[in-house]
């Protein structure tokens, strides 16, 4: 998952209004009220940075804590990308560059460094070193791959033992060195130790969850995902279950890391800070995420069905989720948290979703998101392992 465009700026400029959610949204032609509303941070802004798996992850986790009734801290998303990138170049020179390598990533990433690193709170570590006040990555993200290019070419004939410190002279340029030890409300940790003591989450309670054919249901594979370079393993589950599973979660108080395509027509140019699928075809776009559907061309946006309000959609079958997947349709663009759920004019069900691209439309950075939606274009999710029904933990041979 990644995200990365020069047309945020732009597109904040141009969209943010700067209003909180309320209980009641309106949006023209949809009226949304809360069904349920869970506990989460402030959202954040990863900006110019494609960084969306580990502002998402972080934020459920801190959603996480919240649920088990410890107290809000903003956790660092840049701790994580840090080692995240450290442990990914380690790999793709393992691999004779033979991988996928950018700022993109996965869930799974936060649960790894999260595990074997520990975290810190972000004021701890920003990670701006780089004279910027927001996440800019186009420079680092080159420099990166220039330079494990160039291990890889292995001029010598045989690797040194400094590339790797090299490597990691170059994020603590750009990010900042790695805190050894900080205190936080008075008291001096590790990121192990507050991780372990703090955070206190047990990375080995949450499973990530998807939907697709080419593998048999109930069993675990590895996401053929560009961004999945750790190969984290998957549940697959029908799309009915997968669904079951997303309205469980919600209405018994879990939060939900999802990961999901967003370059379809139907997110928020039917109107901002909506996703839905129109029962009616357009032509693909073209991009990533903000980029694809702010360029799109006015002619191509259509609001036609849906300019009274709410309107049908289509129905989603497992058949076509997975032609989709199999066409490069379904693409692994965006990292999200879904943190409730509402209902339209109609008692129509969406999911409410938080965002990490600022406060950038009239919901305050969230969006509401229709089961068909979701259902569709879903790529995976983490939830604990109690947010599964036990009807179907047991299919999955969950404790």
């Known amino acids: 998952m990644r995200k990365i465009t020069s047309f945020m700026f732009a597109f904040i400029f141009a ?11 309106k949006a023209e032609g949809y009226q949304f009220t809360d069904i349920k509303r869970l506990p989460a941070t402030s959202v954040k802004d990863q900006a110019r940075a494609g960084t969306c798996w580990a502002w998402s992850g972080i934020s459920f986790f801190e959603s996480e804590m919240l649920r088990m009734g ?18 990914k170049a380690t790999k793709y020179v393992r691999m004779h560059g033979t991988m996928n390598f950018g700022t993109g990533g996965a869930f799974c990433d936060v649960m790894h460094v999260l595990q074997n690193y520990g975290i810190v709170p972000m004021e701890v ?5 780089y004279g910027e006040e927001t996440h800019t ?47 936080y409300q008075g008291k001096e940790y590790t990121p192990k130790s507050f991780a372990e003591e703090v955070v206190g989450l047990d990375m080995n309670d949450y499973v990530s ?10 069993s675990q594979f590895a996401i053929e995902v560009q ?15 997968l669904m079951e599973v997303m309205n469980n979660a919600i209405d018994n108080g879990y939060t939900i890391a999802w990961a999901s ?14 996703a839905v699928i129109p029962t009616t075809d357009v032509k693909e776009m073209s991009g990533a995420e903000i980029a694809k559907w702010e360029n799109m061309p006015k002619g191509q946006q259509s609001r036609d069905a849906f300019k009274k309000g709410p309107a049908p959609e289509k129905h989603i079958t497992q058949e076509m989720r997975q032609a989709e997947f199999d066409n490069y349709l379904t693409t692994d663009d965006h990292g999200m948290h879904i943190i409730g759920k509402a209902k339209d004019q109609n008692g129509t069900e969406y ?20 089961e068909p939606f979701v259902a569709f274009k879903t790529m995976n999710i983490i939830v604990h392992k109690n947010a599964i029904p036990k009807d179907i933990k047991k299919k999955l041979g969950i404790k």
Do not use: C
């Not at 969850?209 to 109930?218: E, G, K, N, V």
């Open 351 to 370: 999911f409410i979703v938080k965002n990490s691209w600022n406060k950038y439309n009239k919901f305050g950075g969230y969006f509401y998101a229709s």
């Open 15 to 25: 969209m943010a209004l700067g209003a909180n959610a309320q209980e009641v949204k």
């Open 70 to 87: 410890k107290d809000s801290v903003n956790l660092s998303a840049m701790y994580v990308v840090r080692h995240a990138y450290s442990d």
């Open 261 to 274: 395509d967003v370059s379809e027509r139907g997110f928020a140019t039917v109107e901002p800070g909506v």
């Open 137 to 183: 990555f186009g420079e680092l993200e080159t420099i990166l791959k220039a330079y494990v290019d160039a291990v890889i070419l292995n001029p010598n004939k045989k690797l040194s033992t400094a590339w790797k410190r090299g490597y990691d002279g170059v994020l603590d340029a750009y990010l900042g060195d790695e805190p050894e030890t900080f205190t």
């Open 227 to 241: 961004d999945n370079w750790l190969w984290g393993l998957s549940y697959n589950l029908p799309i009915d279950e």
């Open 209 to 218: 969850l998807t939907s697709f054919t080419h593998h048999p249901f109930y």
């Open 125 to 129: 570590y920003e990670g701006l070193n």
